[in-house]
């Protein structure tokens, strides 16, 4: 270790620049897709988990218990190995002709992060005024159109900077899918490693790419705040 010498050049030039290079934008395909699903099915969970009805009601919050306390990367096993009796044939089949790794580790990503969306949601519905649904109803709203149009806009409004973390959450969680061989920002740093015996290099700048993403991503949740949460701290 004491001879080690660092080469910078092995992941800033050549095909392993490009591997790594392939390798975020896999990550941050991930990211993208499983947040905007996530987003989809953590609203829909969340207004069943205030919904009145109990079987619905009882249904969401058994998803969140078992979402959010099962670890992820079971949960990619999970639908890697088990997809096949789960989802309908039809579905599999489409699966296999695609990307099958790519869409068990979306899967995943999805269902798992959604739970902690809706937990989020449900955060921002209450803390609005309990006196905008009552007047919604009253002028004639149904439940369902009282959330839609008076109660969740403020609620996402407000539930914007957890949303982002979680985004940020899911994208350093999506390094988890390099054990199903999605070929990801990290399963490329280890590709790199595996052909050059530069590890410290390929991880370094592995670690690099995660921390620039992180922090561009927190530095417009920043800007947010200021802008449109709280404007008059604006400078």
Do not use: C
């Not at 001879?3 to 975020?24: I, N």
């Not at 699903?37 to 079987?55: K, N, T």
């Not at 149009?149 to 957890?162: D, G, K």
């Not at 052909?195 to 949740?221: D, H, N, R």
Request: charged share 15%; net charge positive.
């Amino acid at each position: 270790m004491l001879t080690y010498q660092f080469d910078w050049s092995v992941v800033t030039s050549g095909k392993y620049f490009e591997w790594l290079v392939s390798g975020f934008m896999v990550t941050l395909k991930l990211s993208v897709v499983g947040i905007i699903l996530a987003f989809i099915v953590g609203l829909l969970i969340a207004v069943m988990r205030m919904s009145h009805f109990r079987p619905v009601r009882w249904f969401a919050l058994a998803y969140l218990e078992f979402f959010r306390n099962t670890p992820l990367l079971v949960q990619i096993f999970f639908w890697y190995f088990g997809s096949y009796k789960i989802l309908p044939q039809a579905v599999n089949d489409w699966l296999n002709s695609t990307n099958f790794e790519f869409a068990a580790a979306v899967i995943a990503l999805t269902i798992y992060t959604s739970a902690f969306i809706a937990e989020d949601i449900r955060s921002g519905v209450l803390s609005i005024p309990k006196e905008q649904m009552e007047a919604a109803r009253s002028a004639g709203f149904s439940y369902l159109r009282s959330m839609q149009y008076i109660i969740l806009p403020q609620a996402v409004r407000i539930t914007v900077p957890p949303l982002v973390n979680q985004f940020l959450n899911l994208a350093k969680n999506s390094s988890l899918a390099m054990t199903i061989g999605v070929m990801e920002l990290t399963y490329q740093a280890r590709q790199v490693e595996s052909y050059t015996f530069k590890g410290f290099e390929a991880f370094t700048a592995a670690t690099i790419v995660y921390l620039v993403l992180s922090t561009s991503i927190t530095a417009l949740v920043h800007l947010y705040d200021k802008r449109v949460l709280n404007p008059s701290r604006a400078v």
